[in-house]
């Protein structure tokens, strides 16, 4: 079984940012794609950013240029962050952590986080 742990979320200004963290552990033998999505209230969750083994990223459009994910796979940490800059009130949301990969049992696996809160004032 494979969790996932976000921190980072809260509440802040538009224009301010915030880096969201997401700490994978368990029973992995290897992840390759770690992503961040999003679900506003009454909207569909979507993909805000996904970063896979090789280092291929790809931003939803609605965050490029103010978003950056990036992944720490150093002593297997499997932790991955989005950093998010000058943030606007549409970026409302709770914000999840996925993880796909395979699993010690050679399992393929893909996992959610719990979710963390990202409110933005105007």
């Known amino acids: 079984q494979v969790q996932l742990v976000e921190s980072g979320g809260g509440l802040v200004q538009a224009g301010g940012s915030l880096r969201l963290s997401c700490a994978a552990s368990?029973?992995?033998?290897?992840?390759?794609?770690m992503a961040w999505y999003r679900q506003a209230p009454g909207q569909q969750r979507e993909l805000v950013a996904s970063?896979?083994?090789?280092?291929?990223?790809?931003?939803a459009d609605s965050v490029k240029g103010r978003c950056t994910i990036s992944r720490d796979r150093d002593n297997a940490k499997n932790t991955v962050y989005l950093q998010m800059n000058s943030l606007k009130p549409e970026d409302t949301a709770v914000y999840y952590c996925?993880?796909?990969?395979?699993?010690?049992?050679?399992?393929?696996?893909?996992?959610w986080g719990q979710g963390t809160q990202v409110t933005v004032s105007s």
């Open positions: 970063i896979t083994s090789d280092g291929s990223i790809s931003y």
């Open positions: 996925n993880a796909a990969g395979r699993s010690l049992r050679l399992l393929d696996f893909r996992s």
């Open positions: 368990g029973s992995i033998f290897s992840i390759n794609t």
